[in-house]
């Protein structure tokens, strides 16, 4: 895959809590700044979408919700249905739509 350079400055309270967090989760902080920045433009390109730890590594779930975006797409593969996936889920349709379009967009980390 390729990557492009960004750069950008903190106060130094924030640096060392990236620190902290970089070493609690055994990356560098260049990795877990950029994990960051990535995952937090997706959150604002795609509202309700958030992204979390899972056994697989990170995931892209419906905020608020404990559903995997890869799990409303496979229910929704079954049913066809934007309605019968939020029928099946018991949400608004928004959520749905919402998921769909993350998926769509990046299927692969669906």
Do not use: C, N
């Amino acid at each position: 895959m390729s990557s492009a350079y960004v750069s950008g400055r903190v106060p130094a309270r924030y640096e060392r809590l990236v620190t902290k967090q970089a070493r609690a989760a055994r990356t560098s902080k260049s990795d877990l700044v950029a994990r960051y920045v990535i995952e937090k433009s997706l959150e604002t390109e795609f509202p309700g979408i958030s992204f979390r730890d899972s056994l697989s590594g990170r995931e892209a779930y419906l905020t608020g919700r404990r559903v995997a975006v890869w799990e409303v797409l496979a229910v929704h593969q079954e049913t066809q249905s934007v309605e019968k996936t939020a029928s099946h889920f018991r949400w608004p349709r928004i959520l749905i739509k919402r998921a769909l379009a993350y998926a769509k967009a990046f299927p692969r980390s669906a």
